[in-house]
Nanobody, 122 residues
Framework: QLQASGGGLVQAGGSLRLSCVAS????????MGWFRQAPGKEREFVAA????????SYVDSVRGRFTISRDNAKNTVYLQMNSLKPEDTAVYYC?????????????????WGQGTQVTVSS
């Protein structure tokens, strides 16, 4: 249902744009989010966007560097990541929530993507 892509290896200070394409015709009815999981750590919330892209939410560690956006006509949510740091290294997952304003922690998630690896070298 969710296919994430765009990860890779980048030097500190560089940029990457992740994409997550959803199948089906009800994408606009889902709040969308991005989480990440670093080796040996729990999965953590990164960013979320509401159904009509009216509002966004970020974890403090990425605010000002990452931007979440969506194109409902293309069934796609994006995560633009700038000024990347080694501590941003993780597998990034997109997620969809049908019954939440923000698809972040503490709510029910309907779908998860397969994850895309982001590695930031120092």
């Amino acid at each position: 249902q969710l296919q994430a892509s765009g990860g890779g290896l980048v030097q500190a200070g560089g940029s990457l744009r992740l994409s997550c394409v959803a199948s089906g015709r009800t994408f606009s009815t889902y709040a969308m989010g991005w989480f990440r999981q670093a080796p040996g750590k729990e999965r953590e919330f990164v960013a979320a966007i509401t159904r009509a892209a009216v509002s966004t939410s970020y974890v403090d560690s990425v605010r000002g560097r990452f931007t979440i956006s969506r194109d409902n006509a293309k069934n796609t949510v994006y995560l633009q990541m700038n000024s990347l740091k080694p501590e941003d290294t993780a597998v990034y997952y997109c997620t969809a929530c049908s019954d939440a304003y923000y698809c972040h922690e503490g709510v029910s998630h309907d779908y998860w993507g397969q994850g895309t690896q982001v590695t930031v070298s120092s």
